[in-house]
């Protein structure tokens, strides 16, 4: 296959086209500090880290089925797991909740507009398609550098988390698009890359900090997305 016979790119959302700011890290202290937590950012990141493998290991073991309930439940675990120290969790947990249904709590990166709108221009069906949950319909919708994408795949709407092939099943009738036709640009190695790859798609690895320099196709930047060799490269 040639880039001209590209017809969908889809995007994974937390880590490619979004990221929380202030970092989580950041906003967990802010929320937890109002209900006695004594934990610093620089504390935070590493206890969200462990907390958010937890619960991926979690739905590893459910088969990766999910759904709206199943959402909230690992969200509230994470809150729970990281802020330990806090009067009230669950206001915690409601609080955090809502304030990643908006979208100015994400930044997209500063090429994402521009590469969208090339993409777009091109003929290509763009989707944005995640593990999230409800809330990615507010954020997308509030987020300008997002307006160019026309379908949105939620892993709580259609009962299947990344990497499974029900998920990527989805993804490909939400654009209309056969697989061995759609690139699939994500942030996460096994979920992303992997999973994509094991359903037929094309699979770009979406790398701005170098870490997989062993995988063949990652970009570094979302704008080597419009350069035709480096397409090529990776559809070959």
Request: with cysteine; glycine share 6%.
């Amino acid at each position: 296959m040639t880039s001209s016979n590209l017809r969908a790119v889809t995007f994974d959302a937390g880590g490619t086209l979004l990221f929380p700011h202030p970092s989580a890290a950041v906003t967990y202290a802010e929320v937890g500090r109002r209900r006695g937590s004594r934990l610093t950012p620089e504390v935070i990141g590493p206890r969200f880290a462990t907390a958010f493998a937890r619960q991926e290991q979690a739905d590893n073991l459910r088969g990766h089925r999910t759904n709206e309930q199943r959402e909230e439940e690992r969200w509230r675990r994470i809150v729970a797991d990281v802020l330990d120290d806090v009067t009230d969790v669950e206001s915690c947990f409601a609080e955090l909740f809502q304030h990643y249904s908006r979208p100015e709590a994400w930044r997209c990166p500063e090429d994402a507009a521009e590469v969208l709108a090339a993409l777009h221009d091109r003929g290509c069906v763009l989707a944005l398609a995640s593990n999230y949950d409800r809330r990615l319909h507010s954020v997308k919708a509030g987020l300008p550098a997002l307006a160019r994408i026309e379908h949105v795949v939620i892993s709580a709407e259609v009962g299947w988390r990344k990497p499974a092939a029900e998920f990527f099943v989805a993804v490909c009738r939400s654009v209309g698009c056969a697989p061995e036709h759609t690139l699939f640009v994500g942030d996460d190695l096994a979920n992303d890359y992997e999973g994509a790859r094991a359903a037929g798609m094309w699979p770009v690895l979406y790398d701005p900090r170098e870490e997989y320099a062993h995988v063949p196709a990652r970009i570094t930047s979302l704008r080597q997305l419009l350069e035709e060799d480096y397409l090529r490269t990776c559809m070959e």
